[in-house]
């Protein structure tokens, strides 16, 4: 006995209603049930769709390779990501849905398991071997809000004034944020709860500039704690092909800010462009009273506003965070078998100039409609502006 019907089954289905087309739904279920020694009857619309959609299935020049109109779990398939798992588990290794898709990715490629239907480790999948095998996301123990929406309102009159008069393609914004490279998930999809390992703390600070418009994606400066870090084995960062630089605590600083608005300034001089740069109101936002800026105008978003009216905190920082992401999951799947033999904490340990190498990639892969729309979002440009519509060419 069997619950579902295969697609050989759908086909005999339909054969039987032309040689009898006076036969209801529910006549048609029974005879499935009887012919095809189902547990219960189809439904109606299981028969309808099987007569209605015959066509479009019986196309397909593989019909009889297929057992079901859907994929099919494969146990073995799914056993082996269970065990593997359950390892992860045993020794403490943080495991994220995503990891487990690209587990079971590899684990499909590697042994060339034959299923009767393409797998696709989707989302929906992964919802589905977790409630299955009694899953879930645990956390490993070991802005916005608070500011009123007068304040937020009249902060984005002040910026809807400053912008005016300024093309989208003129029109930048300025924010960092902070990487710990080498740090492990919070979260681990597991059975019970276990207990989290020592967090990295090894931190870089990254500013990202790009212009309202998405065509200006300003190359990423990194500041590190080290004036010459050992993995640049003796070479500069503009070797290795990086704007990096160091402070004592890997933070902005005022020196830095003024160096990079000078290098900013420089570069739009070049391109004899005069250009607006926005910036959290922080106090190391401030250029050197010998500074002179031809061909930028600074300007700090008010107080308190940011989570609200920054373009890259309305998004783009997070599309761009996803995207490093993405880049350590899959270096850490790589190495994952040789980790467990050793040190789990250092499943997530790359050098330095790797995760540089990440981050700069993964800025380059945020989608041009991804900043128009994260500009759109905050509402400091007119609607004259032409941000309306995100298909522009370009970074797609």
């Not at 082996?80 to 995503?98: D, I």
């Not at 989570?307 to 997070?318: H, K, S, V």
């Not at 078998?337 to 499943?347: I, S």
Request: charged share 25%; with cysteine.
């Amino acid at each position: 006995m069997k619950a579902r019907m295969s697609l050989a089954d759908k086909h005999n289905l339909y054969a039987e209603h032309l040689k009898k087309p006076n036969a209801t739904y529910t006549e048609l279920a029974v005879w499935a049930m009887d012919a095809f020694k189902l547990i219960s009857p189809p439904t109606k619309s299981t028969v309808g769709n099987a007569i209605t959609r015959h066509d479009t299935k019986s196309q397909r020049s593989d019909l009889k390779s297929r057992s079901m109109d859907r994929g099919v779990a494969m146990p073995d398939l799914e056993a082996k990501v269970l065990s593997w798992v359950l390892r992860c588990e045993e020794l403490g290794v943080c495991v994220t849905g995503e990891l487990i898709r690209k587990q079971a990715k590899a684990y499909y490629d590697e042994y060339e398991l034959v299923t009767n239907w393409p797998l696709k480790f989707s989302k929906g999948w992964l919802y589905k071997f977790q409630r299955k095998h009694s899953l879930t996301s645990k956390r490993q123990h070991g802005e916005a809000g608070s500011t009123p929406q007068e304040a937020v309102d009249q902060g984005r009159e002040q910026m809807l004034e400053a912008t005016t008069g300024y093309e989208v393609s003129d029109v930048y914004n300025m924010d960092e944020t902070s990487s710990f490279w080498c740090m492990s998930p919070h979260r681990s999809i597991t059975r019970s709860r276990v207990p989290g390992t020592k967090k990295s703390k090894k931190r870089i600070t990254l500013a990202l500039t790009t212009n309202a418009d998405g065509s200006d994606l300003v190359e990423p400066l990194f500041i590190g704690s080290a004036v010459r870090p050992r993995c640049f084995n003796g070479q500069t960062a503009e070797d290795l092909g990086f704007a990096y630089t160091s402070s004592k605590k890997a933070w902005m600083n005022g020196a830095i800010f003024d160096t990079y608005m000078r290098s900013f300034n420089a570069r739009m001089e070049a391109a004899n462009r005069r250009v607006l740069l926005l910036v959290d109101n922080a106090s190391p936002h401030k250029v050197k009273e010998d500074t002179v800026l031809t061909n930028v105008s600074l300007k700090m978003l008010p107080s308190n506003t940011t989570a609200y009216l920054q373009p890259q905190d309305a998004g783009i920082i997070a599309s761009f965070k996803a995207k490093v992401k993405q880049r350590q999951l899959q270096n850490a799947l790589e190495q994952i078998d040789a980790v467990m033999a050793g040190r789990q904490d250092k499943l997530y340990e790359v050098p330095l100039v790797d995760a540089m190498a990440w981050a700069k990639d993964a800025w380059h892969e945020v989608s041009q409609s991804t900043i128009v729309n994260c500009w759109s979002r905050t509402g400091i440009l007119r609607r004259e502006a032409g941000l309306q519509n995100p298909r522009i060419v370009g970074h797609e």
